[in-house]
T-cell receptor, first 115, second 112 residues
């Protein structure tokens, strides 16, 4: 009963390095969402992807951040040249149909710490 | 602007008591869905209950129920017969396009 799998669970990077966060959705789900959570705050939407397509990236910074969800393999959130402000928990969620009332299945997140 | 306000940063109650978590939101849309999610120490978000805004009847899910007041844009969560396993962060959220708009959460502690 594989849910959403995110790895790594913890990631430490020095300023200027690249961070790659992986998300494998629930088997059969083709809709993936990335959210960021800062301490003491709720989640903030970053990007919504279907297989091979970015549907909505309105919450993702224009620079240094990119996301993909290839035909095969996990979804990747990539942060280039990380800065201390990128330190946060990054959550991935998936759904079967992408409809607004649909239950989202969440992973346990990747905690990114930038030194 | 789409916002969610959870005015109680932290609450604690004794096991078996009833507790209500408050949530107000702001949206100009008429059709949307509201959710309560639970985040235990494992960090994984777990759906507790959801409500469709065009339905007047309040959603219930076992010990969990909501008081949805659409005109007041209020969506509180009531947990009856609270259990130790209910200890977690609770987040209120609603849909806006493809996104969920989230509150900052309420930390709920159930004391034995």
């Amino acid at each position: 009963n594989a849910g959403v799998m995110q790895n790594p669970r913890h990631l430490v990077r020095r300023r200027g390095q690249e961070a790659r966060l992986r998300c494998s959705p629930v088997k059969g789900h083709s809709h993936v969402y990335w959210y960021r959570q800062l301490p003491e705050e709720g989640l903030k939407f970053m990007v919504y992807l279907q297989k091979e397509n970015i549907i909505d990236e309105s919450g993702m910074p224009k620079e240094r951040f990119s996301a993909e969800f290839p035909k095969e393999g996990p979804s990747i959130l990539r942060i280039q040249q990380v800065v201390r402000g990128d330190s946060a928990a990054y959550f991935c969620a998936s759904s079967l149909e992408g409809s607004t009332n649909e239950k989202l299945f969440f992973g346990s997140g990747t905690q990114l710490s930038v030194l | 602007a789409q916002t969610v306000t959870q005015s109680q940063p932290e609450m604690s109650v004794q096991e078996a008591e009833t507790v209500t978590l408050s949530c107000t939101y702001d949206t100009s849309e008429n059709n949307y869905y509201l959710f309560w999610y639970k985040q235990p120490p494992s960090r994984q978000m777990i759906l507790v209950i959801r409500q469709e805004a065009y339905k007047q009847q309040n959603a219930t899910e076992n010990r969990f129920s909501v008081n949805f007041q659409k005109a007041a844009k209020s969506f509180s969560l009531k947990i009856s017969d609270s259990q130790l396993g209910d200890t977690a962060m609770y987040f209120c959220a609603f849909t806006h396009n493809y996104q969920l708009i989230w509150g900052a959460g309420t930390k709920l502690i159930i004391k034995p």
